[in-house]
């Protein structure tokens, strides 16, 4: 059975870091695109940053976290992580893993029917 489950989610001050794991069981991790989403209150779920499973681990960001947050994977312990920098009070969301995701450079693009979901971990960036 798939199984995606995030933690490190929190409480951060503006311009403050935070690190996300995604923890994965139940398929072949190794050969899925991985990504995290995000919802804000009131607001649409939205991508954020996705990586392949190519040998090269490419990447994508959404224009509004490029330079500040970083995604990564370790195949060998099934985890993806989300390295968060320079938050921001707009940054205060549900963040959400997902498997098997379109990982291309337009982050509208990346949900598909196939995809499966965590359950989520919170981020609240405030002073």
């Known amino acids: 059975q798939l199984q995606l489950v995030e933690s490190g989610g929190g409480l951060v001050q503006p311009g403050g870091s935070m690190t996300l794991s995604c923890s994965a069981s139940?398929?072949?991790?190794?050969?899925?695109?991985m990504a995290w989403f995000r919802q804000a209150p009131g607001k649409e779920r939205e991508g954020v940053s996705c990586?392949?499973?190519?040998?090269?681990?490419?990447?994508n960001y959404a224009d509004s976290v490029k330079g500040r947050f970083t995604i990564s994977r370790n195949n060998a312990n099934n985890t993806v992580y989300l390295v968060m920098n320079s938050l921001k009070d707009d940054d205060t969301a549900a963040y959400y893993c997902?498997?098997?995701?379109?990982?291309?450079?337009?982050?509208?693009?990346?949900?598909?029917?196939?995809?499966?979901w965590g359950t989520g971990t919170v981020v609240t960036v405030s002073s």
């Open positions: 997902a498997a098997n995701v379109e990982c291309v450079p337009y982050p509208d693009t990346w949900s598909n029917p196939d995809m499966s």
């Open positions: 139940g398929f072949p991790f190794a050969k899925y695109a």
């Open positions: 990586i392949n499973a190519n040998s090269r681990a490419t990447t």
